[in-house]
Every structure is written in structure tokens, then in C-alpha cells.
């Protein structure tokens, strides 16, 4: 469905938080001036003895990484957020604050300290999923945790500084706004069809299929419609589940194989080791129903044109609103040519 309108500026809608972002195709016609260079992705060492994530050695917190073998959680040594506050919420005229209480967990992917995500092995990446899935219910199931965010933030330019494959989960007591804003739309639509708003989605993509990056039984990889970042993916299960505790054994499988296919397609693209922030959206553990919500994975990459060039969001996008250039077509394209094998493994 190649339409006029994708060819000329544009407004696109984003049906899960309500806000537009604007696409400027023709934009991408114009030269390119700035840099373009490969990055030179040296070979990492499987121990680090320096890195506080490697098995056996001492966190800056004091502490002493067991000499785990698969995958590993732990109490973030330096949290966002603590269990008990000492404080009231605070109202003085326009002035208002609220206590806020959370614990925050650093998971570790792998005891190897070379891999990612996209070079470990499907059985193994089933194995982080099967962690978050225990961590969601054991913080969920806390009275004072009201939701749970699994986060992975990679590579050095998204600010994390140490390359040990790790996530990261804050819970918390209050609800986010991301969720609120999402939990709005999923909900009016719920009220109005009686069916998922993200599960119609994909019924239309894909129909479509022009965004669709890859799929198997139970889950599709997919550039959303709306995507703000060039490389923004999601990955949405193809049935109507609230929240990653209801996958069983196979779909948890199948979680691990698309997260795999996804991330080695981003290492291809520029070959490096993809930068980005990925994090699950599901619903709020404050034991009240959510049966319009429908769990989904999104991937957030700064890269634009090289392991180098990134997208920056200023001036217009600080003051008015996300914009691209290149389509979300043109970039599902772009990765959809490239090979399913991860390019150190040729
Ligand atoms: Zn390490």
C-alpha cells in the first residue's frame, strides 16, 4: 500500500499513546554530509576481571558475584529507588511531590562477558525470559509494587558504560506515565470493539505486510506504523496476553527466537554492536483486571545511517514533537534485505 502520502510530508499517529510524529520522506534525498565511518568492533574478552557483572567478582557495593552459570539477578547496589520512605507526599500552593518507593534489579544475561542478546544461544536467551517472567511475578506480587519495568539499555552512546550482557528491572509503587498514557488507548478501544487495539493492529500489518520484520508461531517483530526512531521495532505476541507470566514453555521459546532474529538483523545493519534502549510494556501489578492490555516489547535504536551517525532529538522534536525522515517502509526494507546469520559468525 505504497500511498501518496508516504512520498510527501506527513503526520503519522501513534494509536498506543495518542501523539503524532512527523515524517518527512523527502528529506531523505538531500546529501549526506556527516560522517559515515564503520566502527572497528574488536573481538571481547569472555572475563573481564575488572567488569562488577563477570561471575566471582566484587561489586562496587561490596558484594561478591556468585560464580553463576546461566543467568543472574541482584538488588541494584546503586538504586533510582528504595524500599521505605522516610517522607509525606509534599503540596504547598503549586508545588507538589509525591513519595515515591521501589526496588531496582540489575539482570545479568549471561556469565560471558562477550556476548549480547543477538550472539548468545536461543536456549539461553529462554532463560533470561524465563528470569524476567519470575522477576515480574515475585516484585508484582510485593503489596507495595504496583508495576513492573524490564529494561535493557545497550551500548556505550545509550549510557551504559559496562558491555557484560545485562538488563535492568524497576518496580515501583506508582504507575508510569507511558503506562497510563498506553493504558488510555487500550482501553477506550477495548470499551468500544470489545477486542485488542494491539491485536487488530497486527491483524493489519499483517495483511499488509510492509513493516514486518519477522515472525513465528506466537510472536511478530514488526517497524510500528508510528515508529519515532529510524530502527524502532516492536515485538508483539500473537495472542492477547496482559503480561509475560502467561507464556508457557513454548512461547517462551519463541519470545527468546524472535528477540534473537530482531537483534542480529540491528548487529547486520551497520555491523556493530547495535546500540538500544528495549523495555516491556505490560500491565500495572496493583491487582486490579486489565483485560485490555496486550504485552509488547519495543526497541528504541539511536543509529541512523552508521555504527557512527546517530539521530539526535532536538530543536523541533524538544520543542514540538518526534520527526524522521526515512520511512518506517524504507527501514523495515532495509533490514528485511539483510542475512538472518549474525555477521561475526560468517
Ligand atoms: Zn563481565
Given at each position: ?16 499513546t ?27 574478552k ?89 522477576e ?13 519495568q ?93 503480561h ?66 546517530k ?22 526494507k ?13
Amino acid at each position: 500500500m505504497d500511498t501518496e502520502i508516504n512520498k510527501h510530508p506527513h503526520r503519522r499517529y501513534n494509536i498506543l499513546t495518542g501523539e503524532w510524529i512527523l515524517v518527512s520522506p523527502h528529506r531523505t534525498k538531500r546529501p549526506w554530509q556527516g560522517k559515515t565511518e564503520k566502527n572497528n568492533v574488536e573481538k571481547r574478552k569472555t572475563y573481564d576481571p575488572s567488569c562488577y557483572l563477570c561471575p566471582g567478582n566484587s561489586r562496587a557495593g561490596g558484594e561478591t558475584n556468585p560464580d553463576y552459570k546461566s543467568t543472574y539477578s541482584f538488588e541494584n547496589d546503586f538504586p533510582s529507588l528504595l524500599p521505605e520512605a522516610p517522607v509525606k507526599d509534599f503540596e504547598n500552593g503549586l508545588l507538589k511531590a509525591e513519595a515515591e518507593t521501589g526496588i531496582c534489579k540489575v539482570v545479568c544475561f549471561s556469565p560471558d562477558h562477550s556476548l549480547t542478546l543477538p550472539l548468545m544461544e536461543e536456549k539461553d536467551i529462554t532463560q533470561v525470559v524465563k528470569l524476567w517472567k519470575k522477576e515480574y511475578r515475585e516484585l508484582g506480587d510485593k503489596e507495595d509494587i504496583n508495576y513492573v519495568q524490564i529494561f535493557e539499555n545497550k551500548g556505550e552512546i545509550m549510557g551504559c558504560s559496562n558491555p557484560h550482557p545485562h538488563g535492568q528491572i524497576w518496580s515501583q509503587k506508582s504507575i508510569p506515565t507511558e503506562i497510563l498514557k498506553k493504558s488510555k488507548h487500550f482501553k477506550e478501544y477495548w470499551n468500544k470493539n470489545k477486542s485488542s487495539l494491539l491485536g487488530d493492529y497486527l491483524k493489519q500489518e499483517l495483511e499488509l505486510n510492509e513493516r514486518i520484520l519477522a515472525q513465528n508461531e506466537h510472536f511478530v517483530a514488526l517497524i510500528p506504523y508510528w515508529a519515532v526512531w529510524p530502527y524502532e521495532a516492536m515485538i508483539i505476541p500473537k495472542k492477547h496476553y496482559q503480561h509475560i507470566g502467561q507464556l508457557n514453555t513454548e512461547e517462551e521459546k519463541a519470545f527468546a527466537g524472535i528477540i534473537k532474529k530482531l537483534t542480529i538483523k540491528y548487529d547486520n545493519l551497520f555491523e556493530t554492536y547495535f546500540p538500544y534502549s528495549s523495555g516491556i510494556h505490560q500491565i500495572p501489578t496493583d491487582n486490579k483486571e486489565y483485560p485490555e492490555w496486550h504485552f509488547h516489547m519495543s526497541f528504541y535504536p539511536p543509529l541512523l545511517r552508521s555504527a557512527t551517525v546517530k539521530k539526535f532529538m532536538v530543536g523541533y522534536e524538544m520543542f514540538a514533537g518526534p520527526q524522521r525522515d526515512i520511512t518506517a517502509e524504507q527501514a523495515a526494507k532495509n533490514l528485511n534485505e539483510l542475512s538472518e546469520i549474525h555477521y561475526l559468525n560468517h
